[in-house]
């Protein structure tokens, strides 16, 4: 019990040390955003053709006010944090409580997300985008003692570096050289997995479910809901929107 | 009595419209089953089944099938969440949490499968509990928030962001505060609704039409479970179920006032503004720990606690829904979602919505909830077997999932940019024991506070006194006031000495 207690009460001495950073930021944050608000007319501007724009009317007046709320809230969430200690403790590397493992995993899954978000899925084809960062994610966290990210990311890395700096601008985005890369990857990595991957169903379902799920959903949501999904012109896609128009909507419109 | 007869009529033209639809069926089955998947799957909860779902269906079909994928994810997610919690000693949603205490050592002693048809069957009826109280309240809130005027609105606003921050956190009430507040001044970013004025846009020309919801509801529910979840663990040995699962009648009958009572507790706690069915469960399992005669055997095994939590959870819903239909803010994280789904419809809840859409979500749950019934009692097993599914294996496909949903709903890879950082913010703030859910309630009710705080000031020429010369307002901001000076050391002190005066 008395374990549990100091357990508690050490988890609670951890909190208030992350406490005080955070109230730092959202005290920078507040006042950063004060100032940007400052910009707004606060009464007596000419507004949207309106002379006589009162401090009321403005548009600067609700942001001000909640700006400032949150402001003081983090001088009172800093306040709490120095009397309990928390402050003494942020000062120390060891009063946070964060693991090397822990932000590693972090930092692996964050680099994965952003590689697949905001290099992957606007330029290379979306089931071949989704089914590397599926594979990425699996090979990476599942079914091993430790997480092994390191070739995973590399692997999304590789994959999205091309595509940034080969296939930048928009007009770029229907070109075929990221994909093929993509999949070349894929395929490594697939082989990877299944070569040094924990034994089990879910390292034979891996590629089934890597391929099958985004090549489902990317169909289902084209041609069964009709909405627009990412990369049209990708390499696997295109041809499957080909097809579909080509061959087979003519036979049940027919 | 008239009254009632006219909502039961009406009610019966919703629900004959539905049931003689056949595709009312196809979405009730899909939906549900996938809801109960998503809340038996530890890691998923039911707001993401309904964050999800929103993606896919929330513009894409008409509204009434887009309700009923929603609210059948919803009510399948709520029960869904007790498979783990008495068969893995794991909630699968946070709304189960309290049901695991008493669940599982059911399970232990080979009660199983009593425990899961006893909970199949009180989270059908508190269901219906909560719906009919949906049915009757919601018009009578509806008659009196026709006299809600702007300043009462925005009290309102506040006092709901409050409210949820101040129930929902975790640590400090201030944190909650916080969590909203940031929520609120996401709100501000686009043109104001006004004058229009733009605000904090960057010149990201994105940014002008303001902070989409559903890239929010997407990035805070769905990206963090995801960082959260994606750690080697292995799944937990499943309690071995004997015999089948029905409802033990006997038991129901002796339980039925604890049933009746839980029923009420949940649907009152789901009515309270951004109060979620965890809430729910909770509130509902202390009081049956008080007032209970097997008070020595509650968290050993107890029939009745387990009763307790189970039926609350559910009750939730149909309260949740009332103070998102009457006034536009949502009772309960899922609820917020599922206002997501109303805006990217262009459907305004609040005093002035079409009574045919209360009338069919009030249909559309109670056939949720007999769908839910008639799966958790003859495909349970169906259910158990998603039990063993490891995260690391279906979390990544969440995310395509998430992916895809979101950039559909129409802002495209923008979309997806916002979401992402949303869940990025959102992560550090779980882990800084900031809860989310006054987060995205703040972001869905900003704009609503921010036009109608200054709509007021604007007919009453800057005259702050309109906050308080209306009754209705000065009771909202009193019971606002009371919400932030509460938790003030002071405040507590004084009400202690006062305690002792009176006593």
């Known amino acids: 019990m008395q374990v549990s207690s100091e357990a508690e009460a050490e988890a609670r001495a951890q909190l208030r040390a992350r406490d005080f950073w955070s109230a730092l930021a959202l005290i920078a944050l507040s006042l950063f955003f004060l100032w940007r608000t400052l910009d707004i007319p606060l009464g007596g501007a000419n507004s949207a053709g309106v002379n006589s724009a009162a401090w009321y009317t403005s548009a600067a007046m609700v942001p001000l006010g909640l700006f400032g709320a949150l402001f003081c ?101 229907g070109q075929h050289g ?57 390499l696997i896609f295109s041809q499957i929107e080909y097809g579909y128009y080509v061959h087979l909507r003519p036979v049940w419109r027919s | ?105 059911l399970a232990r002693q080979g009660r199983g499968a009593e425990a899961l048809g006893l909970t ?27 006299n809600i005027a702007s300043p009462e609105k925005a009290l309102l606003a506040l006092f709901g962001i409050l409210l949820s921050g101040t129930l929902m956190s975790e640590d ?31 010149g990201w020309s994105y940014l002008l039409s303001g902070i989409a919801v559903v890239p929010v509801l997407m990035g805070a529910f769905a990206v963090p479970q995801i960082i959260a979840g994606m750690r080697p663990a292995k799944t937990g040995e499943v ?69 307790s939590s189970e039926t609350a959870n559910n009750a939730c819903i149909g309260g949740a829904l009332i103070p998102l239909l009457v006034l536009g803010i949502p009772g309960s994280p899922p609820a917020a979602a599922l206002m997501g789904a109303f805006k990217i419809n262009n459907v305004i809840p609040g005093p002035t919505i079409d009574p045919e859409i ?25 259910f158990i077997k998603v039990l063993r599914l490891p995260q690391t294996v279906f979390l990544p496909l969440v995310m395509v999932l998430t992916t895809i949903g979101s950039f559909s709903v129409g802002g495209g890879l923008n979309d997806l940019y916002l979401m992402l950082g949303i869940g990025f913010v959102a ?23 921010d036009e109608t705080f200054r709509r007021s000031l604007l007919l009453s020429d800057g005259d702050l006194s309109v906050f308080v010369s209306r009754p209705g307002s000065a009771i909202l901001l009193a019971l606002i006031l009371a919400l932030i000076l509460g938790p003030l050391p002071g405040a507590k002190r004084a009400l202690y000495r006062l305690k002792g005066r009176m006593t």
């Not at chain 2, 400090?172 to 846009?201: F, H, N, Q």
């Not at chain 2, 015999?243 to 009958?253: D, Q, S, V």
């Not at chain 2, 706690?269 to 005669?293: H, I, M, N, Q, R």
Request: with cysteine; net charge positive.
């Open chain 2, 239 to 307: 309690a071995a179920l004997t015999g089948r699962i029905l409802p033990n009648t006997a038991a129901l009958r002796r339980y039925l006032p604890t049933i009746g009572r839980s029923g009420v507790i949940g649907t009152g706690v789901g009515a309270l503004p951004g109060v979620g069915e965890d809430v729910a469960g909770w509130v509902s399992y202390g009081v049956g720990k008080t007032v209970s005669a097997e008070g020595d055997r509650f968290g050993k095994g107890s029939l009745e606690r387990l009763l």
């Open chain 2, 172 to 202: 400090l009430a201030i944190k909650g505060w916080i969590a909203g507040l940031v929520g609120l001044a996401l709100a501000m970013v686009g043109m104001d609704p006004i004058l229009s004025e733009t605000r904090y846009t960057f």
């Open chain 2, 120 to 146: 199949t069957t009180a989270s059908f009826i508190g269901t219906l509990v909560g719906t009919l109280a949906l049915l009757v309240f919601v018009w009578v809130l509806l008659l009196i928030s026709k």
């Open chain 1, 178 to 234: 990221d994909d093929w890369v993509t999949l070349a990857l894929l395929v490594a990595l697939t082989l990877w997995h299944q070569w040094t991957g924990p034994r089990g169903p879910a390292r034979r379902l891996t590629p089934v479910l890597a391929v099958g799920v985004p090549l489902l959903l990317v169909c289902a949501m084209a041609f069964g809901f009709r909405q627009n999904v990412p990369n049209r012109g990708g």
């Open chain 1, 73 to 173: 809230l983090s001088l009172v969430l800093l306040g709490i944090s120095i009397r309990s200690g928390g402050a003494a403790r942020a000062l120390s590397a060891a009063g946070l409580g964060w693991s090397g493992a822990e932000i590693a995993r972090f930092s692996a899954l964050a680099l994965m997300l952003l590689a697949y978000i905001a290099a992957l899925v606007p330029r290379v084809d979306f089931i071949l985008a989704s089914a590397l960062l599926i594979t990425a994610m699996i090979a990476a966290f599942h079914g091993r003692a430790q997480p092994r990210p390191l070739v995973p990311l590399l692997a999304m890395g590789a994959a999205a570096l091309p595509a940034l700096v080969l296939y930048f601008p928009r007009a770029s985005w």
């Open chain 2, 358 to 382: 209360i009338l069919r979500v009030v249909a559309i749950l109670v056939l949720a909830s007999c769908t839910m019934f008639i799966m958790g009692l003859f495909t349970a097993r169906v």
């Open chain 2, 1 to 105: 009595m008239e009254f009632l007869f006219g909502q039961l009529a009406g009610f019966g033209s919703a629900f004959a419209a539905l049931v003689s639809d056949p595709w009312t069926y196809l979405y009730l089955i899909v939906s549900v089953f996938l809801g109960i998947s998503f809340g038996a799957l530890p890691g998923l909860t039911a707001t993401l089944a309904v964050t999800i779902l929103t993606g896919f269906f929330g513009n894409k079909v008409p509204l009434d099938y887009s309700l009923i994928a929603l609210l059948g994810a919803y009510v399948g997610a709520i029960y869904g969440g007790s498979y783990p919690s008495i068969l893995l000693n794991i909630p699968g949603t946070a709304a189960s949490a309290a049901t695991a205490m008493d669940g599982y050592p």
């Open chain 2, 427 to 449: 992560y550090l703030m779980n882990l800084l024991c900031y809860p989310i859910a006054p987060l995205v309630i703040g972001v869905i009710l900003g704009g609503m506070f």
